[in-house]
């Protein structure tokens, strides 16, 4: 097993990321360490930028920023996270999950960032191999509700008169990830696309030969 393989999972609030990650981490029979996009924060700590990020509103900032503006945040910030999370993945002695990281948070044109950091990007992106979560609209917003944890279950939903809504967005969400699943492979990165609703025995195997075929 590669020190610096990196697991990122993506895919929409609700699906089951964290809870198939807790799974597969008790599954498996190796040290894996599981990282989080704060990880990245303490070198940028000062940052306005970064502490957006952070706190879940980086969205917010572009929105209310002019389209220069937007682009220049998203590659540059994106930039940062290359140079550290490199050096990050070096100094890892085990394979890492990771569950918030940028490809989760915002989507990043890929040519670009490429043309900007082409060294860095290289590196940033040789050990990863990305894990796309899908399920049914209805089942990750119920689901959402009974949990109260994600975006799907805030607002008045118990009535049912935001649930087209909401279905809606999850199911805008659900063809983000997918593509953004496309571009990464075809940047030539292994992706594997589980059905949230799979038995986990199921995943689990799954994902045992995918990691296999990593090695």
């Not at 609700?14 to 990282?35: Q, S």
Request: glycine share 6%; net charge neutral.
């Amino acid at each position: 097993m590669t020190a610096n393989l990196l697991l990122e999972f993506i895919g929409p609030s609700g699906v089951g990321k964290t809870t198939f990650i807790d799974t597969f981490l008790a599954h498996r029979p190796e040290t894996w360490t599981h990282r989080n996009a704060i990880d990245l924060s303490k070198p940028y700590q000062s940052t306005l930028i970064h502490e957006y990020f952070l706190q879940g509103k980086l969205q917010r900032v572009l929105r209310e920023s002019n389209d220069m503006l937007k682009r220049v945040t998203r590659v540059r910030y994106f930039g940062r996270v290359l140079t550290i999370d490199v050096a990050a993945m070096n100094a890892l002695p085990t394979p890492a999950v990771l569950e918030e990281g940028v490809f989760q948070h915002f989507g990043v044109e890929f040519q670009k960032i490429a043309k900007h950091y082409p060294a860095d990007f290289k590196s940033f992106m040789a050990p990863r191999a990305f894990v796309n979560l899908t399920g049914d609209p209805q089942r990750i917003l119920d689901q959402s509700k009974q949990r109260g944890e994600t975006r799907w279950a805030m607002g008045d939903t118990t009535d049912g008169s935001n649930d087209k809504k909401l279905i809606k967005q999850i199911e805008d969400s659900l063809a983000f990830r997918q593509r953004q699943a496309k571009e990464l492979e075809a940047y030539g990165r292994p992706v594997l696309t589980l059905d949230a609703e799979m038995p986990d025995e199921e995943k689990l195997a799954i994902l045992d030969e995918f990691i296999q075929e990593l090695q």
